[in-house]
């Protein structure tokens, strides 16, 4: 792992353990050029992903993106990281397992939806309201009268 302070290719790994619920490894690491520590995560990937856009274009799937998404739908709500992550990382697990390769995006921003649904109805209207574009108060209006509705 090359150092982010010095760029030295050699750092030595200090300690090991497992973090967010078992599916990723924290490492704490050691620069021995310019005695700077940092950490890493990793996680388990079990194949590319690649989101394919409403203009048909196809880029890689961005884990920090879906992250940061759900992160700002929930901002000042009582969810804390811990389960932020959990959230992200059941969305990934889904990805991956649905068998394919290349996913739509509106298939990921049905999926968070949902998912947002069953955690919290203000980051579920507020990630609605990105997603689907939301443009007037007669669009949230209309929104929110079929939130209560039975699908």
Request: include cysteine; proline fraction near 4%; hydrophobic fraction near 35%.
């Amino acid at each position: 792992m090359r150092c982010p302070f010095c760029g030295e290719a050699d750092t030595q790994v200090k300690d090991s353990r497992p973090a967010e619920d078992g599916t990723a490894i924290r490492r704490r690491r050691f620069c021995p050029q310019c005695s700077q520590r940092f950490t890493t995560v990793e996680r388990v990937q079990l194949r590319e992903l690649v989101v394919i856009k409403a203009d048909q274009r196809r880029v890689g799937f961005d884990r920090d993106k879906l992250a940061r998404s759900i992160r700002t739908a929930l901002r000042k709500r009582p969810v804390d990281d811990e389960r932020i992550e959990r959230i992200v990382n059941g969305i990934v697990r889904k990805l991956e397992a649905s068998g394919e390769a290349e996913i739509p995006s509106s298939e990921i921003g049905e999926l968070v939806m949902d998912t947002l649904k069953e955690v919290d109805a203000v980051a579920y209207v507020r990630f609605a309201s990105v997603y689907r574009d939301f443009r007037e108060t007669k669009d949230f209006k209309a929104f929110l009268g079929t939130m209560d509705q039975p699908k």
